[in-house]
């Protein structure tokens, strides 16, 4: 039987957000593909549209000729269309799409999307943070997303007590934060110097020196120990994925603190192919990280 319009436009959307991730995501790529089919689609799904909403702020618009007062259109104009598509079920645009059908299917309430694009539109109106913004920007940012991806890793599988939820919830928000905090030290140099931005408060990345670069590094790691603490929460597929997600920006902190501030100004740290193998296995032989 052949299949109807809907499930087909459904499929296409999919295959559209698959398309996303392939394109700007390794390391998440990886991970990704270590969960159930149904999963992997709705994290990519997830990913997708976050992707989505950080090119129109990060360049994309801008290096197309847009002016500036479009491109926070443009991002007016995507939330909106975010919002009615997770209530009908419908969008032309694709990956808009195949984010309200994985909202829809998994619990992602509007309450969790709107902080999300609220720091987006933060990007366009701010080049320094203080505390209080720098922790509003992360926790739509990022943390935020983790809840996210939460949704669909416990959409499915046993009930969760409150306690349990509570832990998830946590753990989720603290590796979305790790996730974030571990880009802006290795993409300093893009930030500061392509896109004019200073993430973290009171630092000036023309200067920045061992005792700050440690410091931020600490609260990254602190971040990391509460995510780890999670992880025997979760199902076994979404647990290695996530085990390996944990693994890859664990081993990448460490290469940033052993790497001098200095060159962290100017050279972008990578985790290597064979590093990221070595993560892989450990990950797919459940291994999962120890806490701090």
């Known amino acids: 039987m052949s299949a109807g319009p809907l499930e087909r436009y459904d499929r296409a959307a999919a295959r559209s957000s ?55 259109a443009a991002l007016d104009d995507l939330e909106s269309s975010t919002y009615e598509a997770m209530g009908t079920g419908y969008s032309t645009n694709l990956v808009v799409h195949a984010f309200a059908t994985t909202a829809r299917a998994v619990g992602i309430e509007r309450g969790i999307v709107t902080p999300f694009f609220t720091s987006m539109r933060m990007d366009l109106q701010r080049a320094t943070h203080t505390d209080a913004s720098f922790a509003e920007y992360v926790d739509g940012s990022a943390e935020v997303v983790g809840l996210m991806c939460l949704r669909a890793f416990t959409a499915e599988g046993p ?22 905090k571990v880009n802006f030290l290795r993409d300093l140099a893009a930030d500061s110097d392509g896109l004019g931005r200073a993430y973290f408060p009171g630092v000036d990345v023309t200067r920045l020196d061992e005792s700050t670069k440690d410091r931020l590094l600490d609260d990254i790691d602190a971040d990391l120990a509460a995510a780890a603490a999670a992880l025997p929460l979760l199902e076994p597929g979404p647990r290695r994925a996530v085990a390996l997600a944990h693994g890859l920006f664990a081993e990448l902190a460490v290469r940033i603190r052993a790497t001098p501030a200095e060159t962290l100004r100017t050279t972008r740290i990578r985790v290597p192919d064979p590093a990221k193998a070595r993560l892989a296995a450990l990950a797919v032989a459940g291994r999962l990280p120890r806490r701090r």
Do not use: C, K, M
């Open 159 to 180: 009930p969760r007590s409150p306690e349990q939820l509570a832990t998830l919830e946590t753990g989720a928000r603290r590796l979305g934060a790790a996730f974030q």
């Open 18 to 72: 698959a398309v996303v991730i392939g394109e700007y995501s390794t390391s998440f790529g990886l991970a990704v593909r270590l969960l159930p089919p149904r999963t992997r689609g709705h994290i990519r799904n997830v990913y997708a549209l976050v992707r989505l909403a950080d090119e129109v702020v990060d360049g994309v618009a801008a290096a197309a000729g847009v002016p500036a007062d479009r491109i926070a």
